[in-house]
């Protein structure tokens, strides 16, 4: 709509200079030359200065635009993005391992909780939430933001986390049964810092996991 109404108005502003032109012309048919250029070199001054005034008028009204566009961003807190994986092989196919881990009751043979389950009135797949309650009294919940049974699933934490972070699970079958990946990506405030490397960290939790759950299936199987 602005652009709309800058366009008329240069449209109009140069439809008055061609009238002033023609003007100055009649007078010039009709014997006046010298009232003709007087008029042609004020119309010609008046349109320079409208012009430049235009331009510091623009120039102006932008600087305030690109200095707020700067406040902002430098507002917004630098945050590092870090990723990482492990893979494990397992002898199972895809179906019977993604029937092990998907559930939030599994975690407690996977992990350090105490008690896990499902949050009441929360759905099955996407939008499902799981509650983890471990055994030094701390409380997490997930949510299953992405799911294609028995392939993938991606989750990030619902509980205030200074590391905002997404979880993925991918399971690929394999000839002799399947390996299941798990990734993270983790953006981490500036400055924020882990007692270890992100990495190795990321790496002794998963490995734990993946171990943990490589034995339960073989002890089922067994």
């Given at each position: 709509?602005?652009m709309f109404v800058?366009?008329?108005?240069?449209?109009?502003f140069?439809?008055?200079f061609?009238?002033?032109?023609?003007?100055?012309?009649?007078?010039?048919?009709?014997?006046?030359p010298?009232?003709?250029?007087?008029i042609?070199?004020?119309?010609?001054?008046?349109?320079l200065m409208l012009?430049?005034?235009?331009?510091?008028?623009?120039?102006?009204?932008?600087?305030?635009?690109?200095?707020?566009i700067?406040?902002?961003?430098a507002?917004?807190p630098?945050?590092?993005?870090?990723?990482?994986?492990?893979?494990?092989?397992?002898?199972?196919?895809?179906?019977?391992?993604?029937a092990?881990?998907?559930?939030?009751?599994?975690?407690?043979?996977?992990?350090?909780?105490?008690?896990a389950?499902?949050?009441?009135?929360?759905?099955?797949?996407?939008?499902?939430?799981?509650?983890?309650?471990?055994?030094?009294?701390?409380?997490?919940?997930?949510?299953?933001?992405?799911?294609?049974?028995?392939?993938?699933?991606?989750?990030?934490?619902?509980?205030?986390?200074?590391?905002?972070s997404?979880?993925?699970?991918?399971?690929?079958?394999?000839?002799?049964?399947?390996?299941?990946t798990?990734?993270?990506?983790?953006?981490?405030?500036?400055g924020?810092?882990?007692?270890?490397?992100p990495?190795?960290?990321?790496?002794?939790?998963?490995?734990?996991?993946?171990?943990?759950?490589?034995?339960?299936?073989?002890?089922?199987?067994?």
């Amino acid at each position: 709509m602005i652009m709309f109404v800058k366009v008329l108005q240069n449209i109009l502003f140069v439809g008055r200079f061609l009238a002033i032109c023609v003007l100055a012309a009649v007078i010039s048919a009709v014997g006046k030359p010298e009232l003709e250029l007087s008029i042609l070199a004020v119309a010609s001054v008046v349109v320079l200065m409208l012009a430049v005034a235009t331009g510091i008028v623009n120039t102006r009204h932008k600087r305030p635009s690109k200095q707020r566009i700067r406040l902002r961003r430098a507002a917004l807190p630098l945050r590092l993005r870090r990723t990482a994986q492990t893979t494990e092989t397992f002898d199972h196919d895809p179906e019977t391992v993604w029937a092990f881990i998907r559930p939030a009751e599994s975690a407690v043979l996977l992990s350090d909780a105490e008690l896990a389950f499902t949050v009441p009135g929360t759905p099955t797949g996407v939008g499902e939430q799981q509650c983890f309650i471990r055994r030094d009294g701390t409380v997490s919940i997930i949510e299953v933001i992405g799911e294609e049974s028995p392939r993938w699933a991606a989750t990030r934490p619902v509980t205030p986390d200074k590391t905002n972070s997404r979880s993925t699970y991918t399971l690929e079958s394999t000839p002799t049964g399947c390996t299941l990946t798990m990734g993270i990506v983790m953006e981490l405030p500036a400055g924020f810092k882990f007692a270890e490397d992100p990495g190795q960290w990321w790496e002794a939790r998963a490995r734990t996991y993946l171990k943990r759950a490589k034995e339960v299936l073989s002890a089922r199987q067994g």
